[in-house]
């Protein structure tokens, strides 16, 4: 519990309406995607980078714990107040588009816009931000950034991180500073920003981004190829990006998540094949995107894909993308409860990493459908048990272990996108060494030495 | 001075031909690009990783200053060792290419590797690794991924960082670590490789470099354009990368280069030009390459180009590079010292920062012929004086202070791409904030508490 005094300072400093610490919305801000729940002391609205200065300062002062939220979308429990304190939350003021730069192709936005809004705004002016993580339509940049996080165009147009050009950030102790430029190059001083991406909260609050944007692609084309089995499939997957064309994204399905939608569905989907995989391209001219299909359907059909269709419509493109968007939804007719992951190996492994995680799903007789990004080599790893069933669901935990030492021995991480939080924390000490796990601790404790940002993430404490 | 029993120890590890600490080669291991030079106390070779361990490890317990060292041709004396001690040169034993994985293309390599070896290597496999400093022909990789180096190509693929998938190191204690994976997405854990990136070699000796790989387009056109004047030049770049085509390199040479390079090599160059921009487009398609060509074309003659030439063969294109390639050295025609700066700004401000320059030019009554990399508006700015001239000298240095606040002005950065090190230390505290030098600090200290790790540079101490 906060002491008084503590919400009597944020009252004044922020006026009564940016201060929550009433049971509702402590409920309403102890959730994220996971199923896990820690409700807050209070919830703060700063208004501006000197209200959040200001809040780090008295927060380092008095030892009184702060977690940065975003729109409480993440997968691991990165923005839950595990230890209590206080949740930093940026929708009602700090949510602006401040600039969209056309002439240097830059936007500059606050940490609470929408990941969507951003897309949305820059396309209208001809421009072009690729991050689309699956939480778009919700997620912020602000989040973004801290995880890291991905998309289906990883595959040719990469991941946040690739795009943030600069961050401005108070430390916990209240100072504010600004690491990068909206400049291409920059190498003066230690690169900040490239230690800020993906830190999950815990090193800095961010107050605002500066994001590079690319023009958008004039045109896109999909395409589908079915696969007898998932393992040509992955090997057609790697051996496509190696041939000298990069598709925007390039998806998979297995053939467990294949007979899910369908069962769901009814879409006349190819129940006996193996794999499907789902490929856009894009480009400014008509005759480059018939390059790359015809390079990409090549490669398909050399590596056991027995049907290639080409979309010749939007509504015809959409149909193919269907049973990927739906892939999720769709998996609970193998069980209540889906412990899903993210992990990620080289491409070239990825038919090894389908076949150890079958061989996984047979010693614990359950299901394991995968489907995924398998463009940039990651997969999201569902481990479907009977949520009811106690015994199941400690089955399926000793499955994910085993789904992680099979990613970790093959080159591969524990996430590719959704980061570690409190859902990976455990399973750190598999992924690093001692030495590694020492400097994290040392880097967490230069920033932030009395621990009050998000603590009790990232398997630091 | 090193004590006898260090270089014992270092010659029982290492035997005696892999340290030297004779008169001769503390001589050779003493210079950089710069003109300045320091003495080392010894020089050693270690064979591999665990001797680098070994040797920072007793070194930090020692108290010994260690350099760490690629090929000496920095431009600003990040590998000089100021303080004396040990300079650690990886050019005899770590300068494999140990893979080049032509499925994840993906190439490992030691950090003595230099940087055309690798492009080559590559590129014998269908592969392609973009970054290309000027000094590619002898630089490390060790040196590039220190520096983050970038290039003429960096307009349309980037700098060294965006390459670096992974890195080995060795801490200032000893410890070896891992950073990052053979894989395109990987959040697990902080972002060490991208705050070791650009480090210069402070913070850790690096041992290893995952270098991320793309297929090499099959080809390249040439063009250049003349313009009437340079600040016409400058709009057409940032309205060109605007436009949605990205050419690869975006080259200028103002006025005072074109003529400098006429005079030495009486090349027919139009001497009355503003500016040339000498560009180049790469792609699989030649329909893909005439298009970007078109709209460069279209964007330069709307924005006062009267003269676009488009290279009909190699030796044409190499024609219209050769004055581009030249203007370093052409440049002695006004005064015997160059003092070369590579600030950066963001593309669109670059009219005004060579109205700045002229400005400053005039005031000081020197030359300041530019050339550069403008498509990433990274400007090679050459403040010429008389080397013999004392007061010639120190005024050109009152120049250049002119040059990095005109540029900080602008929104841009001390260095592009050469970083920080010895020479451009005096003017950090121009560029950051007390808070950002002290968190660099921070940052230093939690690395590097002795302080034994290449001391003395980016104006840390």
Redesign the interface.
């Known amino acids: 519990m906060l002491d008084h005094s503590h919400i009597y300072f944020f009252e004044k400093l922020l006026d009564k309406e940016n201060v929550y610490n009433d049971k509702a919305h402590m409920i309403a801000y102890s959730y994220d995607a996971t199923r896990a729940h820690f409700e807050p002391d209070a919830v703060l609205f700063p208004r501006t980078e000197d209200d959040v200065s200001t809040i780090l300062k008295y927060c380092n002062e008095h030892g009184i714990i702060l977690v940065p939220r975003g729109a409480g979308s993440g997968f691991t429990g990165g923005a839950l107040p595990s230890k209590g304190g206080i949740v930093l939350a940026f929708e009602k003021h700090m949510n602006k588009i401040l600039e969209i730069?056309?002439?240097?192709?830059?936007a500059i936005v606050q940490p609470g816009v929408i990941n969507m809004d951003l897309q949305k705004a820059v396309e209208e002016v001809?421009l072009f931000y690729p991050p689309d993580p699956a939480s778009q339509n919700y997620s912020t940049i602000g989040g973004n950034v801290n995880?890291?996080a991905?998309g289906m165009r990883?595959?040719k147009y990469?991941?946040t991180?690739?795009y943030v050009m600069a961050i401005r950030a108070v430390?916990p102790n209240g100072?504010?500073?600004?690491?990068g430029?909206?400049?291409?190059?920059?190498?003066?001083?230690?690169?900040?920003?490239?230690?800020l991406?993906?830190?999950e909260g815990t090193?800095a609050v961010t107050t605002e981004v500066t994001m590079k944007l690319?023009?958008?692609p004039?045109m896109t084309k999909t395409a589908m190829g079915i696969f007898d089995t998932v393992n040509s499939a992955m090997e057609a997957v790697?051996?496509t990006?190696?041939?000298?064309?990069?598709p925007v994204a390039m998806e998979f399905l297995d053939n467990k998540t294949i007979r899910a939608v369908e069962q769901t569905y009814n879409k006349g989907l190819p129940i006996e094949a193996g794999a499907i995989l789902v490929t856009d391209v894009d480009?400014?001219?008509e005759?480059?995107l018939d390059?790359q299909l015809a390079q990409i359907e090549k490669v398909f059909r050399e590596n056991g894909c027995d049907e290639f269709v080409i979309a010749q419509s939007e509504d015809e493109a959409a149909d193919l993308w269907f049973a990927r968007r739906r892939a999720s939804q769709a998996l609970s007719v193998y069980g209540s409860k889906k412990i899903n992951e993210d992990v990620?190996?080289?491409?070239?492994v990825l038919p090894q990493l389908l076949k150890e995680f079958d061989k996984i799903a047979e010693k614990y007789n359950i299901n394991i459908p995968c489907f995924g990004?398998t463009g940039?080599?990651?997969v999201h790893t569902n481990v479907m048990v009977d949520g009811k069933d106690p015994e199941q669901v400690k089955i399926g935990y000793e499955a994910i272990k085993e789904v992680f030492q099979a990613t970790i021995d093959l080159?591969?991480?524990?996430?590719?996108?959704?980061?570690?939080g409190l859902a990976?924390a455990p399973y750190?000490s598999m992924?690093?060494?001692d030495?590694?796990m020492?400097?994290?601790k040392?880097?967490?404790?230069?920033?932030d030495p009395n621990n009050i940002l998000n603590p009790n993430k990232?398997g630091l404490d």
């Not at 990006?241 to 990069?246: E, L, N």
């Open positions: 730069d056309m002439e240097n192709m830059v001809g995880e890291n991905g990883a595959a990469g991941i991180k690739d430390l100072d504010i500073i600004k690491a430029k909206r400049t291409i190059k920059d190498v003066a001083g230690y690169n900040i920003a490239g230690i991406i993906a830190s090193l690319l023009s958008k004039k790697y051996k990006m190696a041939s000298g064309v990069t480009g400014n001219l005759s480059d390059f990620t190996v080289p491409r070239a990004h940039d080599g990651n080159g591969g991480t524990l996430s590719g996108e959704h980061g570690i990976k750190m992924a690093f060494t030495e590694e020492n400097l994290f040392t880097i967490k404790k230069a920033f990232m």
